[in-house]
């Protein structure tokens, strides 16, 4: 790879990885108040997903890993903020990563298998932490949640993707 496509690359990961934390960011102002706590749009996904379709696996576990550690030093608690988002960031990614790769399955499906997934890893932290199985009702509530989610973020990553396969990356 020339330099000058490795500078581009850095930057276009710098862009990503502020639009992920700007997203973040946006969404934790935005008072979600569904009678379910923990629900969050998971916006900064559909950045994800676009980053598993256009980009490559390591650059997009890179960006994950950056935005959980970022975001819990900007926004909050870092230690268990950190905790449930690397549980939900690393599941959802994962399986997203794999689900990828399966031919005729369309992003949009990935995005939000990932956005269930994102929750069950979270719960699934939770039980673990608090030491209470109980939760495992909350989860099937929340992968409903991140299932439309995905729907939502998939769509948007779809979109963007659409218009940027001339682009090349």
């Not at 500078?7 to 569904?34: D, F």
């Not at 819990?72 to 903020?81: D, E, K, R, V, Y």
């Not at 673990?128 to 990553?157: H, K, R, W």
Request: proline residues 3%.
């Amino acid at each position: 790879m020339s330099k000058r496509n490795q500078t581009k690359r850095v930057a276009l990961c710098g862009l990503l990885l502020s639009m992920m934390l700007v997203l973040g960011w946006v969404e934790h102002m935005i008072p979600l108040n569904a009678g379910i706590p923990g629900i969050k749009l998971g916006l900064s996904n559909g950045v994800l997903v676009f980053a598993v379709y256009m980009l490559d696996v390591p650059t997009a576990y890179t960006l994950m890993v950056l935005k959980v550690v970022l975001s819990c030093a900007f926004l909050g608690n870092p230690a268990s903020m950190m905790i449930y988002g690397f549980a939900g960031g690393l599941l959802s990614l994962t399986g997203m990563v794999l689900l990828s790769r399966v031919k005729g399955l369309h992003c949009v499906t990935v995005s939000m298998v990932g956005g269930a997934l994102h929750n069950m890893g979270q719960v699934s932290a939770a039980m673990v932490m608090l030491s209470t199985p109980n939760l495992m009702y909350y989860m099937a509530v929340l992968m409903v949640f991140g299932l439309l989610v995905g729907l939502l973020t998939g769509v948007c990553a779809n979109l963007v993707m659409k218009h940027m396969k001339h682009v090349h990356l």
